[in-house]
């Protein structure tokens, strides 16, 4: 059972929450973004106060945690939004921004690109810092993940695309034979 999901969350000044017919929208500064709750759980609205509650049904327990967490990052989300920071590693390698296509020269024979989703906002720094913001987490990290997928960094120079505090652990090269 869920510790954290007893607790009601606090719905900040600004921010406009609503469930209908099993829908959670929460709309504030940042977006709107709605998600479909499963029927085995409720949520109670009172004031500036909301409490989730499941049915008795030993399945729904692990639901309960997961929906109070999710209402947490939508509700940051509208507030505060979400960023990712990831940096080019290697000789070469360059980002740059063409309308709304991220274009990144990692060493291949061409060029990669990578569609902007809507919701999620890019920014290039100096070529070699990509800055990832949005209002929703999932997306906003899925879009790093692809951009980190096409060159992830390698173990022995670390050359390649990673999170901006991510160490990448690096492996001893070979070394020569004793005769």
Same mark, same amino acid.
């Given at each position: /059972?869920?510790?954290?999901?007893?607790? !009601?969350?606090t719905?900040?000044?600004?921010? $406009?929450?609503?469930?209908?017919d099993?829908?959670v %929208? *929460?709309?504030?500064?940042?977006?709107?973004?709605s998600?479909? /709750?499963?029927?085995?759980?409720?949520? @109670?609205h009172?004031?500036? $106060?909301?409490?989730?509650?499941i049915?008795?049904?030993?399945l729904d327990?692990? /639901?309960?945690g997961?929906?109070? @967490? =999710?209402?947490i990052?939508?509700?940051?989300?509208?507030?505060?939004?979400?960023?990712?920071?990831?940096?080019?590693v290697? &000789?070469?390698?360059?980002?740059?921004?063409?309308?709304? %296509?991220? $274009?990144?020269? =990692?060493?291949?024979?061409?060029?990669?690109?990578?569609?902007i989703?809507?919701?999620?906002? *890019? %920014?290039?720094?100096k070529?070699?810092?990509i800055l *990832? $913001?949005?209002?929703?987490?999932?997306? &906003?990290?899925?879009f790093?993940a692809? &951009?980190?997928?096409?060159?992830? !960094?390698?173990?022995?120079?670390?050359?390649?695309?990673?999170?901006?505090?991510?160490?990448v652990?690096?492996? @001893?090269?070979? %070394?020569?034979?004793?005769?």
């Amino acid at each position: /059972m869920s510790r954290l999901a007893k607790k !009601p969350i606090t719905i900040p000044s600004g921010v $406009e929450f609503k469930f209908h017919d099993q829908i959670v %929208t *929460v709309k504030g500064a940042k977006g709107t973004l709605s998600k479909e /709750m499963p029927k085995g759980i409720s949520i @109670a609205h009172s004031g500036n $106060e909301l409490s989730i509650t499941i049915d008795e049904n030993q399945l729904d327990y692990p /639901m309960w945690g997961l929906h109070h @967490a =999710l209402i947490i990052n939508m509700i940051t989300g509208v507030t505060k939004g979400f960023q990712k920071k990831l940096s080019l590693v290697g &000789v070469g390698y360059r980002a740059n921004l063409k309308g709304d %296509t991220l $274009e990144l020269a =990692l060493g291949f024979s061409h060029p990669s690109l990578l569609k902007i989703p809507t919701g999620i906002k *890019v %920014t290039v720094d100096k070529n070699v810092a990509i800055l *990832v $913001e949005g209002c929703d987490a999932q997306q &906003v990290g899925q879009f790093a993940a692809n &951009v980190r997928s096409i060159k992830p !960094p390698e173990p022995y120079k670390g050359k390649g695309v990673r999170y901006e505090n991510e160490v990448v652990r690096k492996k @001893a090269g070979k %070394t020569a034979k004793a005769k």
